[in-house]
């Protein structure tokens, strides 16, 4: 079940399955990610660990939502950018049993537009470790072929399921906000 609220010129998509009240909530985890934007009408998407994802990760406490995009971005693309609106998009998924580890957690991922038309650094990335050793690498999609790509990579298991509805869900309300339902 998911409920989807409009605030603050922001779509709110909130997954509850288990029907938790925020009450019980022991963890939460904050995440930003940006869809990167070139002047082709491309965008930039990260293969790794056998998924794909927009670039993006943790929230720093010691970080603006912006501050932490951006750090995201230096490390993952090498691009140094500017965040030039706030988040278009919130997805807040509650877990009664994450991972199955008995806590009950909210994973918050803020979605923002980034334009920018440098392309991947691979010499100024920070990669972490794990993805040092898996199969990380960027490459860019023509927006128009983004839905078509990710429904097709779930159809044939390449991307995992939950991250490949979610990534559709976020590009259905990009081309909905920005480009005029395309």
Avoid at 106 to 128: A, F, Q, R, T
Wanted: charged content about 30%; aromatic content about 10%; glycine content about 6%.
């Amino acid at each position: 079940m998911y409920i989807i609220r409009k605030e603050d010129n922001m779509k709110r998509r909130i997954i509850n399955d288990d029907k938790i009240d925020i009450t019980e909530v022991k963890d939460t985890v904050i995440r930003v990610k940006g869809l990167m934007v070139n002047e082709n009408q491309e965008l930039l998407v990260i293969h790794n660990n056998y998924t794909y994802q927009f670039p993006g990760g943790h929230w720093r406490e010691n970080e603006s939502l912006e501050e932490s995009l951006k750090r995201e971005i230096k490390e993952e693309t090498g691009i140094n950018c500017d965040i030039e609106t706030g988040p278009f998009m919130v997805i807040e998924e509650y877990y009664n049993n994450y991972l199955n580890l008995g806590n009950t957690r909210c994973n918050k991922i803020y979605y923002y537009i980034v334009h920018s038309n440098d392309g991947p650094k691979i010499e100024e990335m920070s990669l972490s470790e794990l993805e040092q050793k898996t199969d990380f690498h960027l490459f860019y999609i023509p927006i128009k072929d983004m839905k078509q790509f990710l429904q097709e990579s779930i159809e044939n298991a390449s991307i995992e399921k939950e991250i490949g509805e979610e990534m559709l869900a976020v590009m259905e309300e990009y081309q909905e906000k920005y480009r005029g339902g395309e």
